[in-house]
């Protein structure tokens, strides 16, 4: 029990547009034994949810090889969406009761990442004062900084 712990690798994600949509910005923590990994980015048009799901998928994108997973995530469409909403999807071939199903692209990026690992995907209260969790949102809110401020130039 002790090394299947050990070995997982923890992921904390957060997305951010300010305004909704607008300029948007993405976070990831990770972490695995003693090492830490912070990774973010930025996109100019964007809206807040499509910058959760970048938020895993770069995040699993940046694994080399397969893992056992923790994602933490205070984004109740990112944590509903992959555990509750998308085997559904898929069954309806990626429809949802109202048509299509939003983000379509990132859906399908994510669900195929899912499939190279173990994932165990894991809601956590947003602005609650989890360190990194907040530290996340300051990494995405960082980073549409940076995009505003190179569109200002």
């Known amino acids: 029990m002790k090394k299947e712990k050990e070995d997982r690798v923890i992921i904390y994600t ?5 305004p ?3 300029p948007g910005g993405w976070a990831a923590v990770l972490m695995y034994k003693d090492r830490m990994k912070e990774l973010s980015g930025c996109e100019t048009k964007t809206t807040n949810n499509r910058m959760e799901l970048i938020a895993a998928i770069e995040a699993l994108n940046s694994l080399k090889r397969p893992c056992s997973v923790t ?8 944590q509903r969406g992959i ?9 309806r071939g990626w429809l949802r009761g109202r048509g299509k199903v939003k983000n379509l692209d990132l859906w399908q990026e994510l669900d195929a990442l899912t499939q190279k690992h173990d994932v165990k995907w ?4 947003g602005h609650a004062g989890h360190l990194l969790n907040e530290r ?3 990494l995405a809110r960082e980073a549409i900084k940076q ?4 569109a200002a130039r």
Do not use: F, I
């Open 136 to 138: 996340c949102d300051e």
């Open 14 to 18: 957060d997305g951010a547009c300010d």
């Open 122 to 125: 894991q809601w956590v209260p």
């Open 83 to 91: 555990t509750e909403w998308m085997p559904g999807w898929k069954r």
């Open 20 to 22: 909704n949509p607008g």
């Open 71 to 78: 994602v933490h995530t205070d984004s109740q469409y990112l």
């Open 147 to 150: 995009v505003t401020t190179s």
